[in-house]
């Protein structure tokens, strides 16, 4: 074993990777060098950047199934306390990331929203221009009117939030969206890295008590709003600075990039 700032390197083919992206590399069995370096380097960056400890959940869609793509980075076990995800109904699973029908499908992350700190972020890289009624990731409790969302849909977006937030059309949902809600009364979206609006409404404290879905909304009669968009990496966890949601955009880029898939 070898010792590094970032804690205990583990060891697979005769290369050295971080612990932690090595625990990933072993549960999802994946084989490529050029994967499992950018597992590697992911890891290596969130945590150089201080935003690894802020992650809930981590989804890198990286080996092209569905066995792969269901592994939480942060935990890589195969149990719901891992938050690994359940695929329901039509998904197609390739090497560019998860795609949902639009129609049915939906992956359960088995993380309630209670379990999210109240300041909190939503991302999802979205490799499909369409925009419409859709909901990325979220969930959403009408008995509360709490909502927990990353929804991309036009001219307007909302992320781990209570009301959209409004910005200049968009008819290209491709890139990497993120939803930070840094308190009661400051909420932002991004798309790859540039603000496209803020709010300083004062929104409730508390989140729904409701499971988070990926590629739909989990709503008190079931998954609904169900997303037709190709997510290359997706995450939960506690909201993000200006500053680290830029480098966070840098992180995740550059993962992409190295995997050839990229927008």
């Given at each position: 074993?070898?010792?590094?700032?970032h804690?205990?390197?583990g060891?697979?083919?005769?290369?050295?990777?971080?612990?932690?992206?090595?625990?990933?590399?072993?549960?999802?069995?994946?084989?490529?060098n050029?994967?499992?370096?950018?597992?590697?380097?992911?890891?290596?960056?969130?945590?150089?950047?201080?935003?690894?400890?802020?992650?809930?959940?981590?989804?890198?869609?990286?080996?092209?199934?569905?066995?792969?793509?269901?592994?939480?980075?942060?935990?890589?076990?195969?149990?719901?306390?891992?938050?690994?995800l359940?695929?329901?109904?039509?998904?197609?699973?390739?090497?560019t990331?998860?795609?949902?029908?639009?129609?049915?499908?939906?992956?359960?992350?088995?993380?309630?929203?209670?379990?999210?700190?109240?300041?909190?972020?939503?991302?999802?890289?979205?490799?499909?221009?369409?925009?419409?009624?859709?909901?990325?990731?979220?969930?959403?409790?009408?008995?509360?009117?709490?909502?927990?969302?990353?929804?991309?849909?036009?001219?307007?977006?909302?992320?781990s939030?209570?009301l959209?937030?409004?910005?200049?059309?968009?008819?290209?949902?491709?890139?990497?969206?993120?939803?930070?809600?840094?308190?009661?009364?400051?909420?932002?979206?991004?798309?790859?890295?540039?603000?496209?609006?803020?709010?300083?409404?004062?929104e409730?404290?508390?989140?729904?008590?409701?499971?988070?879905?990926?590629?739909?909304?989990?709503?008190?009669?079931?998954?609904?709003?169900?997303?037709?968009?190709?997510?290359?990496?997706?995450?939960?966890?506690?909201?993000?600075?200006?500053?680290?949601?830029?480098?966070?955009?840098?992180?995740?880029?550059n993962?992409?990039?190295t995997?050839?898939?990229?927008?």
């Amino acid at each position: 074993m070898i010792v590094s700032t970032h804690g205990i390197i583990g060891s697979s083919g005769g290369v050295s990777y971080d612990v932690d992206a090595q625990a990933f590399i072993t549960a999802t069995g994946i084989t490529n060098n050029t994967q499992k370096s950018a597992v590697n380097q992911l890891v290596l960056d969130l945590k150089s950047y201080s935003i690894w400890t802020k992650m809930k959940a981590v989804y890198p869609f990286v080996g092209g199934t569905a066995t792969t793509h269901k592994y939480n980075l942060k935990d890589p076990r195969d149990l719901d306390a891992a938050y690994r995800l359940v695929f329901v109904n039509g998904w197609t699973h390739s090497s560019t990331g998860a795609l949902p029908n639009g129609t049915d499908a939906y992956a359960d992350t088995k993380l309630s929203a209670l379990n999210v700190s109240t300041t909190n972020h939503l991302s999802y890289y979205s490799r499909t221009t369409s925009v419409g009624v859709t909901c990325e990731v979220g969930c959403y409790d009408s008995t509360t009117a709490t909502i927990n969302q990353l929804r991309v849909c036009g001219n307007y977006a909302s992320g781990s939030i209570s009301l959209p937030l409004s910005f200049t059309s968009t008819t290209d949902a491709k890139g990497f969206w993120v939803g930070s809600k840094r308190g009661i009364s400051d909420r932002e979206i991004y798309k790859n890295s540039t603000s496209e609006a803020t709010s300083s409404t004062v929104e409730p404290t508390n989140n729904p008590n409701k499971i988070i879905y990926l590629g739909a909304r989990n709503e008190n009669t079931g998954a609904n709003l169900f997303s037709n968009k190709e997510c290359a990496f997706a995450s939960i966890g506690d909201g993000l600075t200006d500053a680290e949601e830029a480098n966070f955009y840098t992180v995740v880029q550059n993962f992409n990039t190295t995997l050839s898939r990229n927008i």
